[in-house]
């Protein structure tokens, strides 16, 4: 398993270069080739009404292919520049999930509020319309070594299973990796019923070294959602961790998009999302 491919969406917002310091890094570290994606709305701000000119629009894709070619071109890596026509949430969002099915994984932006020039729900939607597992990139600080304090969210669903296997490339040689579980056993169940499971043997078999950490439902009452995310967001902060993999829901357990809403608004370190 390897990430040969990667997209970053480069726009006009102020984080845009922080974000391509992290696809440069990655890609040159993993071999990989590197898309550079331009997508934006045809305007500005949560109400959407102040509508932009082609003159501005088109300064903004200039700017940014400009910066990405700087970037890009200053690291050994293999680039190529996409952009999508500027257009409404309805056009947008679907066709930049559609580009990053033609990649490994989609490296985007936590929102930088008002006056973004993509929607609020931007990466949650690309995470569950694409197919693809996709590196979000926090609005603040400097994250260029991603994978080398890993946190990893499981309860054993679909979904996590998805993202656990989706991080396997980014967290080989890692120094930490910490699973957190937040699993319980199915009602009715009988002792025995089922083999003994081991997440934690199964990453081994990929060269990783885990702490597997379990919560308990005293420290997580009902293992309800924002107990999750609280739980999530204070062991990043205690680890330190420079990555935190978890699984993307659409109105079902864990973690549904109300609570990823809640985790890309306090998000410190690269979060990776799958479906």
């Known amino acids: 398993m390897a990430y040969k491919h990667l997209l970053v969406h480069v726009d006009g917002g102020s984080r845009a270069a922080d974000r391509l310091d992290v696809a440069v890094a990655l890609a040159a ?11 934006e709305l045809h305007s500005l701000g949560p109400s959407l009404v102040a509508r932009r000119s082609p003159q501005n629009m088109a300064e903004a894709s200039r700017s940014a292919r400009a910066l990405f070619e700087a970037k890009s071109s200053a690291a050994p890596v ?30 985007l932006g936590q929102h930088e509020g008002e006056g973004a020039a993509v929607p609020e729900d931007f990466v949650q939607e690309v995470a569950l319309g694409s197919g693809r597992p996709v590196l979000v990139v926090p609005a603040f600080g400097r994250h260029a070594g991603v994978g080398r304090r890993v946190l990893v969210a499981w309860n054993g669903s679909r979904e996590a299973a998805r993202a656990l296997n989706d991080a396997i490339p980014l967290m080989r040689g890692a120094e930490a990796v910490v699973v957190l579980a937040f699993v319980q056993p199915e009602a009715g169940a009988r002792p025995g019923r089922m083999p003994p499971l081991n997440i934690a043997a199964h990453l081994a078999d990929h060269g990783i070294a885990v702490q597997y950490e379990r919560l308990t439902e005293e420290e997580v009452p009902g293992q309800d959602e924002p107990g999750v995310v609280h739980a999530l967001l204070n062991k990043g902060y205690e680890m330190q961790a420079d990555l935190t993999v978890m699984g993307l829901a659409r109105g079902l357990p864990f973690v549904r998009t109300s609570g990823a809403r809640a985790i890309l608004r306090s998000m410190t370190s ?3 999302l799958s479906s």
Do not use: H, K, S
């Open 29 to 39: 570290r993993l071999g990989a080739r590197l898309t550079g994606l331009f997508a």
């Open 78 to 107: 293999v680039a190529e520049w996409w952009e999508l026509p500027p257009g409404e949430y309805g056009e947008v969002v679907p066709q930049a999930a559609a580009c990053c099915r033609y990649a490994d994984l989609a490296i």
């Open 270 to 272: 690269p979060l990776l």
